[in-house]
């Protein structure tokens, strides 16, 4: 092969060839070093291995018009990322792709992150993913046939975990990095894989390919479903073979669902087309497998042709249990800001135990704002220990005026909490105080948002 910047100068990178010269040299490479390789792959070892089938009906899943909605303003607010009276929520080129990614799988606006599912009727006309999949569950059940689902994303693991016990009756088992590896655990994922192996009939499990890329043997379920797509093709098939592997006697189904918008190309479009040229070439043994960069995605090729519209919807309870801790304080800003109060947030940390600072001529109100996905939630008195401990700051900070305290959650306060409230002069407002001011004052999600990533006051900075 001669010395190594030779060998550089005259065969590398053969993944980049393209001029007749240098796909020449690329087959020279491979007629030298041809003597010294023996390659055998497993379809030409295991001859009664069963046929993988690749499903590809499920490439044309339609866009909903709340994916595109979400999808065109996120593009729109990538775009004035450089506008200095606007703070987008995008920094750079790898944040949009991974926030249109997201929309693609499961639909949601920025700082709707906490999990808490919808009611189903209304998460499936707006997931056409989702659909998709329980249809499909539907027909692997009807043959008594066992699927596995990758997915990466533990927020949308548990959803479908949700999802499919409230459609079927049955909760899939879920099993990522948090799952213990060693045999004598009783959590361990080998005992729960071969649990969900002897178990008769229908059954599905909830995987991450990242736990589960090598070594484990689920040949008993015959779908493997690629919920959300890696940025390697090579992983992909590694988690597929948990199934097609030598054992396996039926054969097995693998679904790339993908969805589509018929005016642009969708971030699924365009990673399933990446993906697929990609593993085209790993086959070949002088390529291998690199990962999808965010450099191979032209935003300009994924762009919606319509604009945004339709996502200035009201806020709801249930949204309220959905956000993040920043966007439950950029909802409390707006409610006492609808209630006549100048309203600020102060900084997330060192914020001395006050979320927002309400202002009314001589009156004031300091509130400490705790959010939770967890329904029932009873929160203990810290929030009530914090405002009290930051009243003397604040009431310095504004000489003159009174400041009431109050601490707001979309949860319950429990009994211990109520009564050191009473003690400190702490007013507490819950889950049904919340759903009364939401009905009294509408909010919508671009209030929020326009507090969340543009209008930080001065003050705020300056606290």
């Known amino acids: 092969m001669g010395a190594l910047n030779e060998f550089g100068h005259r065969y590398r990178k053969p993944i980049e060839a393209r001029t007749e010269q240098e796909r020449a040299r690329v087959e020279e490479l491979r007629s030298r070093i041809a003597p010294q390789i023996l390659r055998r792959t497993k379809s030409e070892i295991a001859k009664d291995l069963p046929k993988k089938v690749i499903v590809e009906d499920c490439r044309t899943l339609p866009m909903s018009s709340t994916q595109r909605n979400l999808y065109a303003k996120a593009v729109d607010d990538f775009g004035r990322r450089n506008d200095a009276a606007f703070r987008s929520p995008f920094k750079n080129h790898l944040g949009l792709l991974q926030y249109l990614r997201l929309i693609c799988t499961d639909p949601r606006r920025h700082g709707l992150a906490v999990f808490k599912p919808e009611p189903l009727p209304e998460y499936r006309e707006k997931a056409p993913k989702l659909g998709w999949l329980l249809s499909q569950l539907h027909q692997i059940r009807a043959c008594g046939e066992k699927a596995i689902i990758f997915c990466e994303v533990r927020s949308i693991q548990r959803l479908l975990q949700h999802y499919i016990e409230e459609v079927f009756g049955e909760r899939p088992d879920i099993i990522n990095g948090d799952t213990s590896a060693p045999i004598r655990h009783t959590a361990s994922r080998q005992k729960r894989i071969k649990a969900f192996q002897a178990r008769p009939g229908f059954g599905v499990l909830i995987l991450s390919p990242v736990a589960v890329g090598f070594g484990l043997n689920i040949q008993a379920a015959n779908h493997v479903v690629h919920y959300t797509r890696t940025w390697n093709p090579a ?91 920043q966007f439950f304080e950029c909802l409390v800003n707006v409610l006492w800001t609808k209630q006549g109060y100048q309203c600020y947030q102060t900084p997330r940390s060192n914020d001395n135990g006050v979320d927002v600072v309400a202002l009314r001529e001589r009156e004031g109100q300091l509130i400490q704002a705790k959010t939770s996905g967890r329904d029932g939630m009873q929160l203990s008195w810290d929030a009530v220990k914090e405002v009290v401990t930051g009243a003397a700051f604040y009431r310095r900070r504004h000489p003159g005026t009174e400041f009431a305290k109050v601490c707001l959650t979309n949860q319950f306060f429990s009994q211990q909490a109520r009564e050191n409230a009473a003690l400190n002069g702490v007013e507490l407002l819950d889950q049904t105080h919340l759903a009364d001011m939401l009905a009294r004052y509408r909010v919508t999600m671009l209030e929020l948002e326009r507090i969340r990533y543009t209008d930080w006051p001065a003050e705020a900075n300056e606290a």
């Not at 994924?302 to 959905?322: C, N």
């Open 235 to 325: 992983r992909e098939d590694q988690a597929t073979d948990r199934a097609y592997r030598i054992g396996q006697e039926r054969d097995v189904y693998v679904y790339y669902p993908v969805v589509r918008a018929d005016d642009f190309s969708t971030f699924d479009v365009k990673l399933d087309e990446l993906l697929s040229k990609k593993r085209v070439l790993a086959e070949d043994m002088l390529n291998g497998s690199a990962d999808v960069g965010p450099g191979e995605f032209d935003v300009a090729e994924v762009i919606p042709g319509a604009e945004h519209t339709g996502v200035d919807e009201s806020v709801t309870l249930d949204m309220a249990l959905r956000m993040d801790g």
